[in-house]
Each structure stands twice: as structure tokens, then as C-alpha cells.
């Protein structure tokens, strides 16, 4: 027998997209403003570093400036994206990997081009489910809302580019606006859920309040950070 | 063989099944097809974990394995040669599984035949399942008319039976081609009140919660189980005990009877009366 098993994992990862080509003292005092006022999100994360916008950040002493900021507030950096080949060789020997990811999502990048995509489409296509969803089940409702007669179990996953709403307890997981859009809601009856996200950006159990455990209540974005409200 | 009865036999395939291993899955398929044999239904009881065979065991008919499951479906024996009769009923017989293959050997095709062979014979077509959902446990679930999930109330044993309760509602032959349902009810097994007050197991209500199908059945946590199984006796064969009246319950509401649940050593009288509404 193998002394050990190799096994496929995803992962999710939040990316910084560095948009200024010399990141300045404003640049580190809006990264640090960021991070203290989305720590609860940010922080035991996994992150990865966005370059795409910024090819000609290249500066050594500026990038370790950069990933030194980012490290020292307790963000967990692992990685960055879409550098190139310069940026690429410097990262490595600070530590990082270089990481292939299809397409990002943030949430202002996709906000002005999903209407774009929305207007090719013919109509919206809604989705009722009139049963439980049992763990290991995974709803999606591509084009439009998903609706949830009954509850979502543990280890069971509902997706939609639109609003969720989940007439009975969610424990599983819920993902709304997966195509990008912020504005999009998820409401349900009670809440045991295992994570909640919202155009990308999410809350795990371990992270939600436990206050609105068993609550009835509505996630939202405001201002790029996921709200968790009680509806009663 | 002499048929006593003039009418067709029912033919009704039920499986046992549950996700996690190690719940009573056995255990309740063996006392479940002797409890309606005992009733005077013609039951067998068919092994589909095959590579890890045990209801022989169980129902103390090991010695007496020439053919098996497997052999049948391969064509090597023909399925009178590999049913065993028990010696203590003439109503229950069980179909054991093969020790040295695995699960590769059952095709759809092959326990399809089986299952309708064995429907021209018998009342209740008892299966019981692997553990896990691939394969073994696939198969045993796809011809079925009604499931047992057997659960114990504790988390993981929850989650396991919630997952096999999606895949009866989707992988199944009633689901796939008929467009219809897998009647799933719950038991639940190893149910102890001591520790389920001293907040180490979940209680019923969060089970059945969860869960969201009718309870068959609670089965207490017994000593009687573990010696049952020992000697090769079904629990409800083996001398008069909690699970093993438990079961008989279980069973009579199996079979659509109109039982009320109550339980040896019940703190709280009013609980399943509560529960499944007042019978008289």
C-alpha cells in the first residue's frame, strides 16, 4: 500500500488586484484601512496576488514592500496571478507561487461587463425546488433566482446567478450573483449554513455570527462586504 | 416446494441501506426478513456486499454456503442451488454473497434478473446493502420499491443517510424510468436516552429534522444485538428482548399496520404519541 494518497482539492482564494503601477504611501494606507475593516473576510483567508493590471510593477524593494504589507496584517499571501514573466521570477523568490486561475471575479471588475452579458441572453430562466436538497446534491440555477421549498442539507450546495431564497433551514451551501452580480440576495428561514457567498465574496460557518445561528435572514453586499441581516 | 398460498406472491424488493458503515445495516436486514417471515410472508434476504460477507453469519447459515449470488449472476449455478433455506423458519431463506470477489462482479443486468427470478417466489425481497455509495450500494438500491435507512443519531450517521436519501431520490430505477419514488423511511438504531439526555447523541426530533421522512422504528442500543449476532440468530428468533420487539414494531409498520412506537424504558410517555399523532 501507498504510504500516501494523493487526492484533488479546491481551494477558494480571495485575489488583491493591484491596480497602480507604483504602489505609493496612499496605495498602503488604503491596503491597511482594507484589511481593518474587512478583517473578519481577509484574515486566515488564502490570498492571492492580482498583477494583471500592473505589468510594469517590477520594482524588487516595491513588491516585497507590497507582500510584507499584506503579511504583516495577517493575511495568509500564497501565490499570485496573471504576472509576467519578470514579475513571476521575483515572486517566486519571495515565496510565492505562481498560480494559473482561468478568470477572476471581483466584484466591480464584473459589474461593468455583466450587463454586456446579460443583454445577449435571451430571458431569465428562474428554478423552484419543491424538495429537500439532500447532502451531496448541487442546484444551480444558471440564469435567474433558485427557490427552495424546503431545506438545504449539510454537505448539499445551491447556486444562482440571481437571489436565493430557501424556505426552510440552510445548512449546507449557498452561492448567489455567481456570475459576478453584487447586487444579487440570498434569504432563507433559518440559518446553519456551512458557508454563504455572494458575487464571490463569502462567510464560513466559522466566520458568521453566532448570533443569527437559527435566525431568519437576508445576506447583501454593502460596500464590497458580505452583510448578514435578521428578516423577521 | 409446495406453494401454500393461491395468490401471486407479492414481490415488494426492499433494500437496507445507509451510507455509513458499521450502523446495524446487517443486523436489521436479518431481523427485519426474519420478523416478516415470521409473519408468514415468504422473505429471502440477499447479501449484496460482496467481498465482505456477513448476513450468512448473521442468520448462522455460514457452513452451509456451496453457490452464491455472484455465482448465479455469472451463470455458474442456477438460483435454486444458491438459496438457502433457514432451519428455524420455513418462510425465510437468504441468498448469501461471494467471500472472494468484489463488487465488479454485479452488473445491472445480472441482480435485474436475479431480483425478477427471485419476485416470481417470494412476498419480500429484503437487500441488504454495502456500505459507502458506490457500486455495491448503487446496485443494491436500484430495483428497490421501498428503503430502510438505518441511522444512529449522531452527526456524521446523519449527514451519511441524507446523501443516500438524494441518491434513492435520483438514481433509481422508479426514479430514472418511472418517474416515481423510493418509499424511504427512517430507522433509527443504537438509540440510547442516556446518553442522548446527557447531550452526547441527537434526539430523535433533530434526526428526523434533518432527515425529513417518515421513522420506521427505534431500535434501543441492546446487548441482545451483540449476542444475537454472535450465535447466528436473527434478533427477533433469539430470546424475547427490547430489539428485538423493537424490530417486530418496525416491521408491523413495515407492512403498513397502524402501531403505535413505544419504548422500553421511555422517560417521556407522551413523546411518540406526540410525534406520529395519538392511535388508539
Keep these: 500500500m501507498d504510504p500516501f494518497q494523493v487526492r484533488g482539492r479546491f481551494l477558494t482564494a480571495l485575489a488583491i488586484r493591484i491596480d497602480?503601477?507604483?504602489?505609493?504611501?496612499?496605495?498602503?494606507?488604503?491596503?491597511?484601512?482594507?484589511?481593518?475593516?474587512?478583517?473578519?473576510?481577509?484574515?486566515?483567508?488564502?490570498?492571492?496576488?492580482?498583477?494583471?493590471?500592473?505589468?510594469?510593477?517590477?520594482?524588487?524593494?516595491?513588491?516585497?514592500?507590497?507582500?510584507?504589507?499584506?503579511?504583516?496584517?495577517?493575511?495568509?499571501?500564497?501565490?499570485?496571478?496573471?504576472?509576467?514573466?519578470?514579475?513571476?521570477?521575483?515572486?517566486?523568490?519571495?515565496?510565492?507561487?505562481?498560480?494559473?486561475?482561468?478568470?477572476?471575479?471581483?466584484?466591480?471588475?464584473?459589474?461593468?461587463?455583466?450587463?454586456?452579458?446579460?443583454?445577449?441572453?435571451?430571458?431569465?430562466?428562474?428554478?423552484?425546488?419543491?424538495?429537500?436538497?439532500?447532502?451531496?446534491?448541487?442546484?444551480?440555477?444558471?440564469?435567474?433566482?433558485?427557490?427552495?421549498?424546503?431545506?438545504?442539507?449539510?454537505?448539499?450546495?445551491?447556486?444562482?446567478?440571481?437571489?436565493?431564497?430557501?424556505?426552510?433551514?440552510?445548512?449546507?451551501?449557498?452561492?448567489?450573483?455567481?456570475?459576478?452580480?453584487?447586487?444579487?440576495?440570498?434569504?432563507?428561514?433559518?440559518?446553519?449554513?456551512?458557508?454563504?457567498?455572494?458575487?464571490?465574496?463569502?462567510?464560513?460557518?466559522?466566520?458568521?455570527?453566532?448570533?443569527?445561528?437559527?435566525?431568519?435572514?437576508?445576506?447583501?453586499?454593502?460596500?464590497?462586504?458580505?452583510?448578514?441581516?435578521?428578516?423577521? | 416446494m409446495t406453494q401454500l398460498k393461491d395468490k401471486a406472491p407479492l414481490g415488494k424488493v426492499i433494500v437496507i441501506t445507509s451510507g455509513k458503515g458499521g450502523v446495524g445495516k446487517t443486523t436489521s436486514a436479518a431481523a427485519i426478513a426474519a420478523a416478516l417471515a415470521k409473519r408468514g410472508h415468504k422473505t429471502v434476504v440477499i447479501d449484496f456486499d460482496v467481498g465482505l460477507r456477513n448476513l450468512d453469519m448473521i442468520m448462522g447459515c455460514e457452513r452451509r454456503v456451496v453457490f452464491d449470488f455472484i455465482n448465479v449472476i455469472q451463470g455458474e449455478a442456477r438460483l435454486k442451488q444458491a438459496l438457502i433455506r433457514d432451519k428455524r423458519l420455513d418462510t425465510l431463506w437468504i441468498l448469501p454473497t461471494s467471500q472472494t470477489r468484489d463488487k465488479d462482479a454485479l452488473t445491472q443486468e445480472g441482480v435485474e434478473k436475479v431480483l425478477n427470478e427471485l419476485k416470481e417466489q417470494f412476498d419480500y425481497i429484503i437487500c441488504d446493502s454495502p456500505a459507502g455509495i458506490e457500486r455495491g450500494a448503487q446496485l443494491a438500491m436500484y430495483f428497490a420499491d421501498e428503503a430502510v435507512v438505518v441511522t444512529n443519531p449522531e452527526v456524521s450517521s446523519v449527514r451519511d443517510s441524507d446523501r443516500v436519501l438524494g441518491l434513492l431520490a435520483s438514481k433509481t430505477k422508479r426514479a430514472e424510468s418511472e418517474g416515481t419514488e423510493v418509499k424511504a423511511q427512517v430507522l433509527l438504531t443504537r438509540h440510547d436516552q442516556r446518553r442522548i439526555d446527557a447531550g452526547e447523541m441527537m434526539t430523535i426530533e433533530d434526526v428526523l429534522e434533518i432527515l425529513a421522512v417518515p421513522l420506521l422504528g427505534v431500535i434501543p442500543e441492546s446487548p441482545a444485538i451483540l449476542r444475537a449476532s454472535n450465535v447466528g440468530m436473527p434478533v427477533v428468533l433469539d430470546e424475547p428482548s427490547a430489539a428485538g420487539r423493537s424490530y417486530e414494531t418496525a416491521v408491523a409498520r413495515l407492512l403498513g399496520e397502524d402501531v403505535d412506537m413505544h419504548m422500553e424504558g421511555e422517560k417521556r410517555p407522551g413523546f411518540f404519541s406526540r410525534l406520529f399523532g395519538a392511535s388508539a
Design chain 1, 20 to 232: 497602480v503601477d507604483k504602489p505609493d504611501a496612499s496605495f498602503f494606507a488604503a491596503l491597511e484601512d482594507k484589511i481593518r475593516t474587512a478583517s473578519n473576510l481577509l484574515v486566515g483567508a488564502p490570498i492571492v496576488l492580482d498583477l494583471e493590471p500592473v505589468p510594469n510593477l517590477v520594482d524588487r524593494d516595491l513588491l516585497r514592500e507590497v507582500i510584507t504589507a499584506i503579511k504583516s496584517k495577517g493575511l495568509l499571501l500564497f501565490g499570485v496571478q496573471n504576472a509576467n514573466e519578470e514579475q513571476r521570477a521575483l515572486a517566486e523568490a519571495f515565496g510565492l507561487i505562481p498560480v494559473q486561475i482561468g478568470r477572476d471575479a471581483p466584484a466591480h471588475k464584473v459589474r461593468s461587463d455583466a450587463p454586456a452579458r446579460t443583454r445577449g441572453l435571451a430571458r431569465v430562466e428562474n428554478k423552484i425546488i419543491t424538495k429537500h436538497v439532500r447532502s451531496g446534491q448541487m442546484i444551480v440555477a444558471e440564469r435567474g433566482d433558485l427557490t427552495v421549498i424546503g431545506s438545504v442539507a449539510s454537505g448539499a450546495e445551491v447556486v444562482a446567478s440571481g437571489n436565493i431564497h430557501i424556505y426552510g433551514t440552510l445548512r449546507g451551501r449557498a452561492m448567489a450573483g455567481a456570475n459576478g452580480d453584487a447586487s444579487a440576495r440570498i434569504f432563507c428561514r433559518q440559518l446553519e449554513a456551512e458557508l454563504l457567498a455572494v458575487a464571490g465574496l463569502f462567510k464560513t460557518s466559522e466566520t458568521i455570527d453566532t448570533d443569527l445561528r437559527r435566525c431568519s435572514v437576508q445576506v447583501f453586499l454593502e460596500d464590497e462586504t458580505l452583510c448578514i441581516e435578521r428578516v423577521e
